[in-house]
């Protein structure tokens, strides 16, 4: 399966909070509305969709814009 249909079907399962997958440099990235969800995501990424590690995790600094920090998760 490609990581545009995964996305894709990460993406039906969560409509309500998932991004459409945005492709930059050959990587897609989902942003995820309700940060309290992703440990759901996470776990429906595990047992669904065969995700089965988390590269890195990090965060970015978005200065004075709100929220001031963002979440990335790299599976």
């Known amino acids: 399966m490609t990581?545009?249909?995964l996305a894709k079907k990460l993406q039906r399962q969560f409509k309500e909070i998932v991004s459409d997958a945005v492709e930059f440099r050959?990587?897609?990235t989902v942003?995820?509305?309700d940060a309290s969800q992703i440990a759901e995501v996470c776990r429906f990424a595990k047992t669904e969709l065969s995700f089965d590690y988390l590269v890195d995790l990090c965060t970015i600094d978005n200065d004075d814009a709100t929220p001031r920090w963002t979440a990335v998760y790299h599976l």
């Open 3 to 5: 990581a545009k249909q």
């Open 26 to 28: 050959s990587e897609l």
């Open 31 to 33: 942003e995820i509305s």
